[in-house]
């Protein structure tokens, strides 16, 4: 395959090198690619916002929902925010989407963070098979005592005969941690190879 | 027609309960009932601000690009109380503090408590303001950029990061790290705490921050929400222990209690 | 500089040449090694292999060109099975950039090529909704409610595949890709606490940790880890892509990796154990 | 009451009140609001995506204005970045499906968002190399899983010895299994405190200067 000759494959491929430059030495074409970024992606949030105003606003009143005018009232006050005088317009627009989207988030955190958790929690020990039942064990410990570790107003579970829950919950918690942390070390890799692929096959045309 | 979706009565009780609990801990932490745990992680800080004054090097105090108005608030201002007391540290002890800023919203607030700080200890005329809480840029890069920069010129002897943090804590820690610093970094950021557990000194793990903030500002609002939250993890815990043990027994009651 | 402190003396232009060498490579010469596929993988595969043929699915692209190089890969292995176990397939993007998303992956998935799918019959993109949570609620709780059009502006009462899916009742599976946590638990939360819904989510392997207690507690049906996931379902899915073709990329330079950590430890303790006895 | 602070709380209240009481409850009055409720939080969503773009024009208009910084052009740059999206993705009439933007899309801003984060793979090898030490027992610890679990991700160990993919599944199973459900229990209720906070009217960040 031959070295590409569409221009949108040439300018991807200097944007790609310009945002990579900048973990070799900071310069000037990176502070070039991130000033694109950032207004390309202000730009692409304007035209989606408008697009979805569209679809999902004034489509209903087109259909004759009169009350939609009161968003849309709610959504020009949110440009309040910086107006010298009557910013505090912009809280009305603000507190609506707070309210919505904490009440609904929170409903169901109860049930799949808290209820959910436990009842995983308090199941039988016992397994199948012997592995199995040192495996519950295992994740029973590392339930109880990271949970330990988080609690932090009763003196209680930090001294004396509970005293050790904590301690063992941290080493449970550091080594949960380090395959959070491998794992990111191929989230990074993964994500990089893309664009060596790209390089190497979209744009020169080295491999197929 | 059941009034109550089916299946939701044990969420709603836990849910009901939550709302008093709350309401209740932050009265209790208003009355001052409620002690809080020091975290050993307050140990470390001051280790850093020690050393700081042996070497006679600045210390960095880093926030994070948080804002008061994003879900990372309450990371911020666990950053912030942190702040408070490092800079309270580093005023009685005589070391040099840099807290760059990120967020216009944050940045008058921070200012605030590290003079409030600094008059408390009635070292007021030490600080300056402009060439130690400088703004250096609300975009990612250029932040990172901005402090990468300050690490390298200053070689402070420690740097304490606490708040919320994205990718650009991995190069602020490589930075100071070769600049000589020691590192104490915090985050609730689920993401980022294993980068900080590798490559800090210390480290406080996600709630810890909210804690060590609680206990430094003595805000009664911070200490009873924290409290509201112990009482939950502590029935997570009892009923997790007590139903995996019934359980085993072959009586899974907890469990079906809890599906109701 | 002792000897241990020039172990890990090597400038910072060298080190990372290494690495793009590491990356390089393998690129140009493909080792082609086998694979093993994980359980979470496989679950996913299992639970969407188990749908009877004609079962809806929604499906959200969650994610922009910061998650594209590793999510796309299992988007695109992820429909294939789809499109091949002839399900319908409503999707919709939480994310920003998911509607820039959509063409890149559908020119390689080409349904209407391989599969003989239809638009608005057998798919139907419903473009980007903005809200988040919000968004997903108002899907599941009433489609018809809150869309009006479909990605391309045509009004929905004209789709067939959308006039007998109302909502969440109507919805055999969720399935969802995304770069961001706060659409992971979302997702959980609004299909499967408020609706009692299978879900099966990808997400970056750094979130896998995170949302793991989800899966363990069958909340998540199935769960795809980032690139490796991407490489298992490309794999299960006999659609072996650019995920696959990674897996060669990540063995030298994890390994280059390990061998820094390693270099670098010995390099410490070495430095550590020499100043204890000079003293 | 005051309408710069007391009116927000309770709209607040009320929004987030009646989202709870759709998802407990079956009175039909509740699930009609809550619909135009989300159908309301969309449509403000969509509108708040501006603000950025706002903020944007306030920062670097004055840049350019001023031009006190030698940066300057960069901001002209950007803004024009901006309004090409946005001209392009108006200008059709057919937002982000037309060709002309996903050709300005693909070219200008794929590669860079595509890139940017990935590219931290270098500051990760780097760190590998000069900064990721087990320096005392909370790194070692770390270190341990870390280790077997890259081991376990990268093929070429696995296809040599295969226990390596058995241990890393064993890691994520019970390890990982155990400490994060701990850690998920403690996220879940502080962000249910944290909301319940804010519910109430005792958590006001959100409301900006006082």
């Not at chain 2, 490092?86 to 921070?110: E, F, N, S």
């Not at chain 4, 706002?54 to 901001?75: C, T």
Request: with cysteine; glycine share 10%.
């Amino acid at each position: 395959m031959p070295v590409s000759s569409d221009p949108l494959i040439w300018i991807a491929a200097f944007y790609t090198i310009a945002a990579t430059s900048y973990a070799f030495r900071d310069n000037i074409l990176f502070k070039f690619s991130e000033n694109t970024y950032i207004g390309a992606a202000a730009g692409h949030a304007i035209v989606m916002g408008i697009k979805n105003i569209r679809d999902y606003g004034w489509a209903h009143i087109m259909k004759g929902e009169m009350i939609y005018w009161v968003v849309f009232v709610l959504g020009v006050m949110l440009y309040f925010r910086f107006h010298r005088q009557y910013y505090w317009l912009y809280r009305y627009p603000i507190a609506f989407l707070v309210g919505n989207g904490v009440g609904i988030s929170i409903r169901a955190a109860i049930h799949s963070d808290f209820i959910k958790q436990i009842i995983e929690t308090a199941k039988p020990l016992t397994g199948a098979t012997a592995f199995d039942t040192f495996n519950n064990i295992i994740i029973f410990i590392g339930v109880i005592t990271a949970l330990s570790h988080f609690i932090f107003t009763y003196e209680g579970m930090h001294k004396g005969t509970l005293g050790w829950m904590p301690k063992v919950g941290r080493w449970m918690i550091l080594l949960a941690l380090g395959a959070s942390f491998g794992n990111t070390i191929m989230t990074r890799f993964g994500q990089y190879q893309g664009r060596i692929l790209f390089l190497l096959r979209d744009w020169l045309g080295i491999v197929a | 027609m059941a009034i109550l979706t089916e299946g939701r009565l044990v969420p709603l009780v836990a849910f009901i309960l939550a709302w008093i609990a709350t309401y209740l801990a932050i009265q209790l932490g208003k009355q001052g009932k409620i002690r809080i745990r020091r975290i050993p992680g307050l140990d470390a800080i001051e280790e850093v601000v020690g050393r700081a004054v042996e070497m006679g090097r600045p210390v960095f105090d880093i926030i994070g690009m948080g804002s008061f108005t994003s879900i990372y608030a309450t990371q911020t201002v666990a950053g912030l109380s942190i702040l408070s007391y490092v800079a309270t540290l580093c005023a009685r002890l005589g070391a040099k503090l840099y807290a760059p800023q990120a967020d216009v919203g944050v940045m008058p607030v921070a200012i605030e408590l590290v003079r409030d700080a600094y008059r408390s200890e009635g070292k007021l005329e030490e600080l300056d303001v402009d060439e130690q809480l400088p703004y250096l840029s609300g975009t990612q890069f250029a932040w990172a950029g901005g402090i990468i920069g300050m690490a390298a010129r200053m070689k402070p002897a420690g740097n304490i990061m606490i708040g919320p943090f994205w990718a650009e804590s991995m190069m602020f820690a490589e930075s100071f790290n070769r600049a000589g610093s020691m590192q104490v970094g915090g985050t609730a950021r689920m993401y980022q705490i294993p980068f900080f557990a590798a490559v800090c000194d210390y480290v406080l793990i996600g709630e810890e921050i909210f804690a060590a903030g609680a206990y430094v500002s003595g805000d009664p609002l911070q200490i009873g929400s924290i409290a509201s939250q112990d009482w939950y993890k502590l029935v997570a815990l009892i009923l997790g222990i007590i139903g995996a043990l019934l359980a085993t027994a072959n009586v899974p009651v907890i469990q079906n209690l809890l599906s109701m | 500089m002792s000897a241990w402190e020039k172990l890990t003396a090597l400038p910072r232009e060298i080190v990372l040449g290494l690495v793009l060498i590491a990356m390089i490579l393998p690129t140009l010469k493909p080792l082609g090694l086998p694979l093993m596929v994980g359980t979470m993988a496989k679950d996913w595969y299992d639970t969407v292999d188990a749908l009877p043929s004609g079962s809806v699915v929604l499906f959200d692209i969650g994610f922009g060109s910061g998650g594209y190089p590793s999510l796309g890969p299992a988007t695109i292995a992820a429909l294939h099975q789809m499109f091949e176990k002839d399900l319908k397939i409503i999707l919709m993007a939480t994310a920003l950039e998911g509607s820039m998303m959509y063409p890149l992956i559908m020119n390689k998935v080409k349904p209407e090529e391989n599969y003989g799918a239809v638009y608005g019959e057998d798919y139907v993109f419903l473009g980007y909704i903005a809200g988040g949570q919000t968004a997903m609620a108002g899907v599941l709780g009433d489609l018809h409610a809150i869309v009006s059009t479909e990605y391309t502006g045509k009004p929905i009462d004209q789709i067939p595949l959308l006039k007998g899916v109302e909502g969440a009742e109507d919805i055999s599976l969720v399935a969802y890709i995304t770069t961001s946590g706060d659409t992971s638990e979302g997702w959980v939360y609004q299909a499967y606490s408020a609706y009692g819904k299978d879900v099966v989510g990808g997400m970056l392997s750094m979130m896998t940790t995170s949302m793991k207690p989800y899966y363990d507690s069958g909340q998540l049906k199935g769960l795809l880890d980032g690139v490796k996931g991407a490489a298992d379902m490309e794999f299960l899915t006999r659609h072996p892509g650019d995920a696959i073709k990674s897996s060669d990329v990540l063995s030298f330079s994890q390994t280059l990796v390990l061998i820094f950590i390693i270099v670098g430890n010995i390099s410490y303790w070495g430095v550590k154990t020499s100043e204890k006895e000079g003293r | 009451m005051d309408a710069r602070r007391d009116i927000p709380l309770v709209i607040t209240f009320l929004v987030g009140v009646i989202a709870v009481m759709d998802y407990y409850t079956t009175f039909s009055a509740v699930k009609e609001t809550f619909t135009v409720i989300k159908n309301w939080g969309v449509v403000l969503n969509a509108f708040a995506l501006g603000l950025g773009a706002v903020n944007l024009f306030r920062v670097h208009g004055r840049r350019i204005s001023e031009r006190k910084r030698s940066d300057w052009p960069f901001s002209a740059w950007l803004l024009l970045m901006l309004v090409i999206f946005v001209l392009v993705g108006l200008g059709t009439g057919q937002f982000d499906a037309s060709d002309q933007y996903q050709w300005i899309y693909n070219a200008l801003y794929l590669p860079i968002g595509a890139t940017m984060y990935a590219s931290l793979c270098f500051y990760m090898s780097y760190g590998a190399y000069k900064i990721l030490r087990a320096r005392n027992l909370d790194s070692f610890l770390l270190f341990v899983t870390a280790i077997f679990v890259v081991l376990g991700n990268t093929p070429l160990f696995p296809a040599l010895f295969p226990p390596f993919f058995h241990i890393r599944e064993w890691i994520f199973k019970a390890v990982v299994g155990g400490a994060y459900r701990g850690i998920r229990i403690g996220v879940g209720i502080g962000a249910v405190v944290l909301g319940i906070r804010t519910l109430i009217g005792m958590e006001t960040g959100y409301l900006g200067r006082r």
